[in-house]
Nanobody
Framework: QVQFLESGGGSVQAGGSLRLSCGVS???????????LGWFRQAPGMEREVVAA???????AYADSMKGRVTISRDNAQERLYLQMDNLKPEDTATYYC???????????????????RGQGTRVTVSP
């Protein structure tokens, strides 16, 4: 089964930056050419939240909670998905996962708890 491989998380202080990266195992990237890709996060005791999504052509959508602080990008040639996160806040602490869905980015954002990941995620911890 194709897996997503997330990396780039870590511990930073508030105001810091991180760049998350996601690849797909078993040369599975081509399977998602017609899919939007995105990032969602899960914190203990909190609902799953989709924070950003991008389609194959580069159209994007962002959750209000992170708009202006994150940039999602997709390199189809390198088969990577990225999430640049700046001005991080303690409430951004969560495990971040990448995911795919056959939906345009604005719809992807509304998937919420229905979105499913296929990876281990990458942990982001933001201290005050």
């Amino acid at each position: 089964q194709v897996q997503f491989l997330e990396s780039g998380g870590g511990s930073v202080q508030a105001g810091g930056s991180l760049r998350l990266s996601c690849g797909v195992s078993d040369n599975g990237w081509s399977s998602y050419q017609r899919y939007s890709l995105g990032w969602f996060r899960q914190a203990p005791g909190m609902e799953r939240e989709v924070v950003a999504a991008i389609d194959y052509d580069g159209s994007t959508a962002y959750a209000d909670s992170m708009k202006g602080r994150v940039t999602i990008s997709r390199d189809n040639a390198q088969e990577r998905l990225y999430l640049q996160m700046d001005n991080l806040k303690p409430e951004d602490t969560a495990t971040y996962y990448c995911a795919a869905a056959p939906a345009p980015p604005p719809t992807f954002l509304r998937l919420g708890s229905r979105i499913q990941g296929r990876g281990q995620g990458t942990r982001v911890t933001v201290s005050p």
